[in-house]
């Protein structure tokens, strides 16, 4: 009997030096996987953000620049050219005409764009004039491709965005990562 319990006692050992052994491996996977997520956490947060600010960018814009965008007029509406003399007569000087964008429907203005000295290459001046009386609604620096200003500063906010975070991944992926991809 005594053989018995001492070959019980030795597999007793033997099964909590594994439990130790794994008992010590789950804590530093758990410690990983917790840095991990302290790490990407914000990068996911920022993009959900900046996704949301993505979807709702026509609305925003719509609500911020009312005043530029839409008007209260009804009638026939005038000439482009007349619109575009009164955009011209209300941007600076030196202010090169560069796009007119014709209101599309009843109730908003015409979007007249000038190249101007000083601006980023990729910005212009947008003048907003009311086609059916020629009244300005106001003036706006506009991305080049948009002609909006909120739509143009999101998509830069989140081009830097997810360019920081394609540098970012692109430190942690293997050597060769790259070259794997592009023959495949």
Not at 134 to 146: D, F, I, R, S, V
Not at 176 to 182: A, D, I, K, M, Q
Request: proline fraction near 7%; glycine fraction near 6%.
């Amino acid at each position: 009997m005594p053989e018995h319990i001492s070959t019980l006692s030795v597999a007793a050992k033997n099964s909590k030096q594994r439990m130790t052994i794994g008992s010590c491996f789950i804590p530093l996977v758990k410690r990983i996987n917790f840095y991990i997520g302290l790490f990407v956490g914000p990068f996911l947060l920022l993009a959900a953000l900046s996704g949301i600010l993505y979807a709702l960018k026509l609305q925003i814009e719509s609500h911020l620049y009312a005043r530029q965008l839409y008007n209260d007029s009804r009638g026939t509406v005038l000439p482009l050219q007349r619109q575009i003399s009164a955009a011209k007569a209300f941007a600076p000087s030196h202010a090169v005409l560069s796009a007119v964008r014709p209101s599309p429907v009843d109730g908003e203005n015409t979007r007249v764009l000038f190249d101007v000295a000083g601006l980023q290459p990729a910005e212009r001046l947008a003048v907003f004039v009311d086609p059916v009386t020629e009244q300005l609604h106001g003036m706006l620096m506009a991305p080049a491709a948009y002609c909006r200003c909120v739509l143009g500063w999101i998509n830069f906010i989140e081009a830097y965005y997810w360019e920081i975070w394609d540098v970012i991944t692109a430190s942690l992926r293997p050597p060769g990562y790259g070259l794997l991809r592009w023959v495949a």
